[in-house]
């Protein structure tokens, strides 16, 4: 059974970087596509970013395009979100998962990320 586990969130200033891991144990990320949403209060749960299973391939939202970059380093099992230039609206629960690319299957519990000044 594959668990992930997210880090890496905190309090930052507006302008500020995060990098946020997400890491996999039970079972190797490697065969997996990995998504990283988000869910601030109030809002539904949103696609942030997305990397295939080999890191060939990513995707981002529109509102975080040219901020922030999906990579993955399978040799470690954990996939990273830097996060550039925050802003407020970027205060929300981040959730790193696990799927094909069309649908996720596994989950991790969030790590809360806040722009604040």
């Known amino acids: 059974q594959l668990e992930l586990v997210e880090s890496g969130g905190g309090l930052v200033q507006p302008g500020g970087s995060l990098t946020l891991s997400c890491a996999g144990s039970?079972?190797?990320?490697?065969?997996?596509?990995i998504g990283w949403f988000r869910q601030a209060p109030g809002k539904e749960r949103e696609f942030v970013a997305g990397?295939?299973?080999?890191?060939?391939?990513?995707e981002y939202s529109d509102s975080v395009k040219g901020r922030f970059t999906i990579s993955r380093d399978n040799t470690k099992n954990t996939v990273y979100l830097q996060m550039n230039s925050l802003k407020l609206e970027d205060t929300a629960v981040y959730y790193c998962?696990?799927?094909?690319?069309?649908?996720?299957?596994?989950w991790g519990q969030g790590t809360q990320v806040t722009v604040s000044s």
């Open positions: 039970g079972n190797t990320l490697d065969y997996y596509a």
């Open positions: 998962s696990a799927g094909n690319g069309l649908t996720y299957f596994y």
């Open positions: 990397i295939s299973w080999s890191g060939g391939s990513t």
